[in-house]
């Protein structure tokens, strides 16, 4: 921590440095560390710091500055936490992610004057009115592409981890391990199940971390959770179903996969307990998704008496297909069993790493009961003749070297922090919403007692450089406004600017 006999220590002999041009001279007094940081950011944003650029070594940098060491220290202790920078040993700290691009201070005087939670907030832009994007119309099968497409300053989005925090050292690690340990007969073709290494991985971590007990034979590895459902549909309609009863609110993606597939989605509500069995006996539908570990996207857990009235549904011949797709991240709760511990001939597991390390890894499982195993092997060896090996080699290694659970309880603390400034920031500038699902997860859930559209507020605050998702995305049924918020790819920072944003936005609109 700073201390002020440092700065007045310091004040005497303060200088300037070339790397990028800082003159400690603009600094305020008492805040050189903050002072610092701020200029750091401000220049990964600009360009000026690209992913990639190493910054100074500590020793020097103070030098040049004539400042203690510890204040440079300091800085870069605050930028690693944001997720911006990353010690790379010899290499020295190495930039790894940008903020989101923010407009530069009209001079260098007016960026030190700035309090810390000014950074990178922009001017607030007056809402315009909704002429076109991604919220002007119902969404379509595009939509999460055109989201994404749209720049933003900051992003509140769901559904996606701090990237960030990937683990590129233990990658690289793994990696270098299994080419040095690979013939060449593996480079060749694998098998449409996944790799034998990957499958017992799997294995191993989820009776480790779901109590889910399993065999190697059981696990087909697949190309994320979104492959899970197409595959499945395919299969359950070669079996004569076709209707998957979906929870309400539920998944938009999950939704538009089964629909692209010709699956019927039907809706069952869903309240403080988790899905409506009764409702879900009275659709007829003889398959459900759910995600009973953290509903999304109300976070709500799946009560002890709606398991065992679903088990009870399933016995009688339904399908459970359960999406685990963020069990792992909790905080405030301790952990819930999976659904499949229960059931396992009636229940189809799916999860991924997409939620753990990142989407782009594009790898997945799926434990089915039997009678569908086979076809499922078969569709996934004509749909692709199996995920890419290497990379399943690799995430084995890490699975198996315990480097997977390092990264989780790494991830949880700084989920945490960026949970606690989100639900912190709505309780100062959203009045009156509800937060659900905090206790766990990558995202929560606010609702407002107000009569409003809720894609015009996302489309507001979309206007504000701030991307959110409405909730009634999520629904199929009318119910009252909310958005959807993402808090793990964000700094604490960004995520209070980005609620600001919507606050202010709120007020034009109600």
Same mark, same amino acid.
């Given at each position: 921590?700073?201390?002020?006999?440092?700065?007045?220590?310091?004040?005497?002999?303060?200088?300037?440095?070339?790397?990028?041009?800082?003159?400690?001279?603009?600094?305020?007094?008492?805040?050189?560390?903050?002072?610092?940081?701020?200029?750091?950011?401000?220049?990964?944003?600009?360009?000026?710091?690209?992913?990639?650029?190493?910054?100074?070594?500590?020793?020097?940098?103070?030098?040049?500055?004539?400042?203690?060491?510890?204040?440079?220290?300091?800085?870069?202790?605050?930028?690693?936490?944001?997720?911006?920078?990353?010690?790379?040993?010899?290499?020295?700290?190495?930039?790894?992610?940008?903020?989101?691009?923010?407009?530069?201070?009209?001079?260098?005087?007016?960026?030190?004057?700035?309090?810390?939670?000014?950074?990178?907030?922009?001017? /607030?832009?007056?809402?315009?009115?909704?002429?076109?994007?991604?919220?002007?119309?119902?969404?379509?099968? !595009?939509?999460?592409?055109?989201?994404?497409?749209?720049?933003?300053?900051?992003?509140?989005?769901?559904?996606?981890?701090?990237?960030?925090?990937?683990?590129?050292?233990?990658?690289?690690?793994?990696?270098?391990?299994?080419?040095?340990?690979?013939?060449?007969?593996?480079?060749?073709?694998?098998?449409?199940?996944?790799?034998?290494?990957?499958?017992?991985?799997?294995?191993?971590?989820?009776?480790?971390?779901?109590?889910?007990?399993?065999?190697?034979?059981?696990?087909?590895?697949?190309?994320?959770?979104?492959?899970?459902?197409?595959?499945?549909?395919?299969?359950?309609?070669?079996?004569?179903?076709?209707?998957?009863?979906?929870?309400?609110?539920?998944?938009?993606?999950?939704?538009?996969?089964?629909?692209?597939?010709?699956?019927?989605?039907?809706?069952?509500?869903?309240?403080?307990?988790?899905?409506?069995?009764?409702?879900?006996?009275?659709?007829?539908?003889?398959?459900?998704?759910?995600?009973?570990?953290?509903?999304?996207?109300?976070?709500?857990?799946?009560?002890?008496?709606?398991?065992?009235?679903?088990?009870?549904?399933?016995?009688?011949?339904?399908?459970?297909?359960?999406?685990?797709? !963020?069990?792992?991240?909790?905080?405030?709760?301790?952990?819930?069993?999976?659904?499949?511990?229960?059931?396992?001939?009636?229940?189809?597991?799916?999860?991924?790493?997409?939620?753990?390390?990142?989407?782009?890894?594009?790898?997945?499982?799926?434990?089915?009961?039997?009678?569908?195993?086979?076809?499922?092997?078969?569709?996934?060896?004509?749909?692709?003749?199996?995920?890419?090996?290497?990379?399943?080699?690799?995430?084995?290694?890490?699975?198996?070297?315990?480097?997977?659970?390092?990264?989780?309880?790494?991830?949880?603390?700084?989920?945490?922090?960026?949970?606690?400034?989100?639900?912190?920031?709505?309780?100062?500038?959203?009045?009156? /919403?509800?937060?659900?699902?905090?206790?766990?997860?990558?995202?929560?859930?606010?609702?407002?007692?107000?009569?409003?559209?809720?894609?015009?507020?996302?489309?507001?605050?979309?206007?504000?450089?701030?991307?959110?998702?409405?909730?009634?995305?999520?629904?199929?049924?009318?119910?009252?406004?909310?958005?959807?918020?993402?808090?793990?790819?964000?700094?604490?920072?960004?995520?209070?600017?980005?609620?600001?944003?919507?606050?202010?936005?709120?007020?034009?609109?109600?």
């Amino acid at each position: 921590m700073e201390r002020s006999n440092d700065d007045a220590q310091d004040r005497s002999i303060r200088s300037g440095s070339d790397f990028l041009q800082l003159n400690i001279d603009d600094a305020p007094a008492g805040g050189l560390a903050d002072w610092l940081a701020r200029r750091l950011r401000l220049a990964m944003a600009d360009g000026s710091l690209p992913v990639g650029s190493r910054l100074p070594a500590t020793r020097v940098l103070a030098g040049e500055l004539g400042v203690s060491r510890g204040v440079v220290t300091e800085a870069y202790q605050r930028l690693r936490e944001d997720g911006h920078v990353a010690g790379r040993g010899r290499a020295g700290t190495v930039v790894v992610a940008t903020p989101m691009t923010a407009p530069p201070p009209t001079s260098v005087a007016a960026s030190a004057a700035a309090p810390p939670s000014a950074f990178p907030v922009r001017p /607030a832009v007056p809402a315009a009115p909704v002429t076109g994007g991604p919220f002007a119309a119902p969404p379509g099968d !595009d939509v999460f592409d055109m989201l994404r497409a749209v720049p933003a300053r900051i992003d509140l989005s769901p559904g996606v981890p701090d990237l960030a925090a990937f683990p590129r050292s233990a990658w690289l690690r793994a990696e270098r391990v299994v080419l040095g340990r690979l013939p060449a007969t593996g480079l060749g073709y694998g098998d449409p199940r996944g790799a034998p290494e990957l499958r017992l991985a799997v294995v191993n971590w989820l009776v480790r971390n779901r109590g889910i007990r399993a065999d190697p034979d059981e696990v087909l590895v697949v190309s994320g959770t979104s492959q899970t459902l197409a595959l499945l549909a395919r299969v359950l309609q070669d079996d004569g179903i076709g209707r998957v009863a979906v929870e309400d609110p539920g998944s938009l993606g999950a939704r538009l996969h089964l629909r692209h597939w010709g699956m019927g989605t039907p809706p069952v509500p869903v309240d403080d307990e988790g899905i409506r069995v009764g409702e879900l006996r009275a659709s007829g539908a003889p398959a459900v998704l759910v995600t009973p570990a953290h509903q999304f996207p109300t976070g709500v857990v799946l009560g002890g008496g709606r398991r065992r009235e679903l088990v009870r549904w399933a016995a009688d011949g339904g399908l459970v297909i359960e999406d685990d797709y !963020d069990a792992e991240h909790r905080y405030d709760r301790p952990p819930v069993p999976a659904l499949r511990t229960m059931l396992p001939g009636r229940v189809c597991y799916a999860g991924s790493v997409s939620k753990l390390l990142a989407p782009a890894l594009r790898t997945g499982w799926v434990l089915a009961p039997r009678r569908y195993r086979d076809a499922l092997v078969d569709a996934k060896r004509y749909a692709d003749l199996g995920n890419a090996v290497l990379p399943q080699l690799v995430l084995a290694r890490l699975m198996e070297s315990g480097e997977m659970e390092r990264h989780l309880r790494f991830l949880r603390r700084r989920h945490r922090r960026r949970r606690d400034a989100m639900v912190e920031a709505i309780a100062a500038r959203l009045p009156g /919403a509800v937060v659900h699902g905090a206790a766990a997860g990558l995202h929560v859930t606010v609702t407002f007692d107000a009569d409003f559209a809720d894609t015009d507020l996302a489309a507001a605050a979309l206007a504000r450089g701030v991307k959110v998702q409405p909730l009634s995305w999520h629904r199929q049924c009318p119910s009252r406004p909310g958005l959807v918020l993402g808090y793990a790819v964000s700094t604490p920072a960004d995520i209070a600017a980005g609620v600001a944003a919507i606050g202010a936005a709120l007020r034009h609109l109600t």
